[in-house]
């Protein structure tokens, strides 16, 4: 099945070398793009993408409102919403970590190689998270946010969702996560979706970014 993507970036020339490499990929297409994140809602509701690579910045409506501004028109609508990747020139761009917050599904460096891009789109519109984890305990620690281990405490995981929140959040994916603790992925998924529902978290990506604040799997750690 063809990935539908959405570009999203103020630059017309970004806009073209990413629309050259993504449309070169058979099960790859660009069905659209817009230079202002005010446009977004509009654009993905007309043209319907499985995935909208998003610049961070950009001088009129960001990366960041726009994301939340799309999601929450999704949720709204009852619709299912497309999957967001943020594109940023800096790795210690903190308006990375509130687009993560935001709901994106991971974000990638603009200098990064085109196979990173491509492989990167194709990840987050499996449903996985693309987090770099030693950049986002970086991002975190940078950010100065006030530590609250109450909340994630609240939440009562079990053992075992600790155990798959831990290795989310090192970047395994869900069958990698289930060939280290010895579990089927169905399980894994099933995990995943009762520390969703648990942390009341949209996303693995949110999920991360609350286990990180939270002090649950610390910034500074290996």
């Not at 990929?25 to 998003?54: F, K």
């Not at 987090?131 to 909340?151: E, I, W």
């Amino acid at each position: 099945m063809t990935v539908k993507v959405l570009l999203v970036d103020d630059e017309a020339l970004v806009r073209g070398g990413l629309r050259y490499i993504i449309d070169a990929e058979p099960d790859l297409e660009v069905i659209g793009d817009v230079a202002d994140g005010a446009d977004v809602p509009d654009a993905v509701a007309r043209t319907r993408p499985d995935v909208v690579l998003m610049d961070v910045r950009m001088p009129g409506l960001d990366g960041i409102s726009a994301t939340r501004a799309l999601l929450t028109h999704a949720d709204r609508a009852g619709a299912a919403a497309p999957r967001v990747l943020v594109l940023t020139t800096f790795e210690n761009d903190d308006y990375v970590l509130d687009a993560l917050r935001a709901g994106a599904s991971g974000f990638l460096l603009k200098r990064a190689h085109p196979k990173q891009v491509l492989e990167g789109i194709r990840v987050v519109a499996r449903g996985e998270a693309l987090l770099f984890p030693t950049a986002l305990r970086r991002l975190v620690a940078a950010s100065g946010a006030a530590v609250d281990g109450d909340r994630l405490a609240r939440a009562r995981l079990s053992e075992r969702e600790q155990e798959v929140l831990r290795l989310l959040a090192s970047g395994l994916s869900n069958p990698e996560i289930g060939a280290e603790l010895f579990l089927g992925t169905e399980t894994v998924k099933t995990h995943v979706g009762s520390i969703l529902a648990k942390l009341r978290v949209r996303d693995r990506t949110q999920a991360v970014v609350r286990a990180y604040e939270s002090g649950f799997v610390r910034p500074g750690a290996d």
